[in-house]
Each structure stands twice: as C-alpha cells, then as structure tokens.
C-alpha cells in the first residue's frame, strides 16, 4: 500500500508499506478521508511537542471496516471512525475513567504512526459506528470531540460567557459545543478573516481582534463588566495564553486545550483573588464522540462547514506547506484516500 512519511520537519515522502494483516483483537479499515489538524502541521514544522520522526501522521480519519478481531457489533463494510487515542486500561486514569489521558497513551499520528495511508490496523475496542454520517462528516468527529471534551471539562452552563481564545478549526468545536450547551460565546483571533467566519458561517455573535490595544475593555463591554467566566485557549501560543489569564472574570475557569512547548506563567495574586481554577483537556472520551455525532445527527452543528480545502492523498505532499500560510485561508483540509 501507498503511505505519505513525515521524514523530517518540512519533509515528506510517499513510500510503499506493506498491507497490515487482521491480528488480535485488532480492525482493519480502509482510509476513505483524513482531515489535517493543527498536530499536522505543527509536526510537519517542528513544533510538536511529544514527537519523533520520522512519523506517519493523521488522526483524523473516516474509512470502510475491512474485518476486525472483537468487534461483533460492527459489520464489514460498514463507515467507521475510531478513537485514535489508544489507552492501556489498568493505569490510574484508566482506572478513573480517564482513557484519554492514559500514562501510556499512544495516539495515532503522534506516538504511533497514524491514518495517512491506504489501510490501518487499530484497535477493535476503539472503532465507532458511522451511524449513517458520510466519510467527511465521521473524519471530523475527532477534531468537534476534542471541543466537546474542553466544554465539558469547563463545565459551560447556559447563560455564561465563554471566551474561546484562536479560531482555528479545534477553537471552532470549542464554540460549537459551548453554544450548544446554552453559552454566549466570544471569539478571540489574530485573524479577520477566521472571525468573519465565526460571525457569518458559526452565527458567533462577539467577535474580538486578539490586535487590538482594548481587549479588556472590549470583554468587560460584552460581559455587562464580569469578565468571561470560562475562557478556553485553542492557540498553543504562549504569549496567547499567558495573556488571557487577565480576561477571567473572578471565580472563573481557564481551560487549555492548546498544547505548547514552553512554560506557562502568570501573577499569582491576580489568579488568587479570582479563586480561579486553571485546568487542562487533553483529547475526548467515548462520551464525547457519542456527543459529537448525536449533535451532528440532530442538526446542532454542520460538520462540512469547516472543510475549505480538498485534495487527493496523491497530493498531499505537494500541498501541504501552503496549509501552513493564513493567507491561503484554510479552516480544515480534507484528503480522499480511493
């Protein structure tokens, strides 16, 4: 089979591998599509933390199920996704509940290599029934999961100010699913041309330049002067997110689903007198893909809104560095795998 290999940061190179064989407790799956996320591009930069090359990447995928070892409720052929986020079941977070942020975790496309191939073995415990949803709908379940996660972990309540800080296509779900749960939501970018969209194509009705010299005051004009009391990073940018500890409002939450590789820092009487939590969310459960594809099914969220890109894998190589420019306009590019 054809694979596209992550050799080097800025490399790739399409090798051919040999097909995966049906194994225990394991599912075969033919890739149909497979949405790049920001972990691709910043692997492809070098700028991924927890990562090594060289490194088959993708996480976001879609695909047939071929055969599987385990899986009995699930029938060959039928349109699948899987949680690529791949847990060993006895440590203290499995134990908890918490898969997600297993001891072991290894996820496909960071630690293991991942979909941007023809075929891919994963585990059984792990498929997803497609429930009638299409091949780009079920390829963006993951990325709204991990928005979903994050609403979850900030426990959003109807009525409250979410602040999502970077509207890239993972801060996208995390406005979806805050919305969803009955918040108002404020979108905070760098980019005009991502918060035109949250307003046109999201509905989001507070949009705010990341630029301007009045962001605080702008949040405290919006919020009636309370400040938003969940404010969500989606960035990964350090300076992003060390800033927008001064936009909670006092008792409030700040959740990081943005991951960087650096040191966070902020004034500690400032977070004090808040009585602040400060928390982290770190990918998305069963739960939450049931979530996802529930909200999908009942209309709550357009999935295909955000695909603004589309390319064959046989051209992901020559295409992939200009994802990288803002210019281009990217929300979420999807590959097909025939």
Request: proline share 4%; net charge negative; aromatic share 8%.
């Amino acid at each position: 089979m054809n694979t596209l290999v992550c050799t080097a940061p800025g490399q790739f190179a399409y090798q051919e591998a040999q097909k995966p064989a049906l194994s225990t407790g394991n599912a075969l799956v033919k890739i149909r599509r497979i949405g790049i996320c920001g972990t691709d591009l910043h692997a492809f930069e070098g700028t991924q933390p927890f990562f090594n090359y060289p490194r088959i990447l993708g996480h976001e995928l879609a695909g047939d199920l071929v055969d599987a070892d385990g899986a009995p409720d699930f029938a060959v052929g039928e349109a699948v996704t899987f949680i690529p986020y791949f847990n060993c079941g006895y440590c203290i977070a499995c134990r908890s509940g918490k898969p997600n942020c297993c001891v072991r975790l290894q996820v496909a496309g960071v630690h293991i290599d991942g979909g941007m191939v023809e075929y891919l073995s994963v585990p059984a415990y792990s498929l997803v029934h497609g429930q009638g949803l299409s091949h780009d709908e079920l390829a963006l379940v993951e990325p709204l999961a991990i928005g979903a996660h994050g609403i979850r972990r900030a426990d959003v309540q109807p009525g409250e100010f979410v602040l999502v800080v970077g509207a890239g296509p993972i801060g996208l779900g995390v406005m979806e699913f805050a919305r969803i749960a009955g918040a108002t939501v404020i979108a905070l970018d760098i980019n005009e041309n991502r918060l035109r969209f949250c307003k046109t194509r999201l509905g989001v009705t507070h949009t705010v330049n990341a630029q301007a010299s009045d962001v605080a005051e702008q949040l405290a004009a919006i919020t009636n002067g309370d400040m938003p009391t969940v404010v969500i990073d989606a960035t990964g940018s350090l300076r992003a997110i060390n800033t927008a500890f001064s936009y909670l409002a006092h008792s409030g939450r700040y959740v990081l689903v943005g991951l960087q590789k650096g040191e966070i820092s902020f004034s500690h009487p400032e977070f004090h007198k808040r009585e602040a939590t400060l928390m982290s969310s770190r990918n998305a459960t069963r739960s939450d893909f049931e979530h996802v594809i529930a909200s999908m099914k009942q209309g709550l969220v357009e999935p295909t809104t955000y695909i603004t890109h589309r390319v064959a894998f046989g051209e992901v190589q020559a295409e992939f560095e200009h994802w990288l420019d803002p210019a281009n306009g990217v929300i979420k590019a999807m590959v097909a795998v025939e």
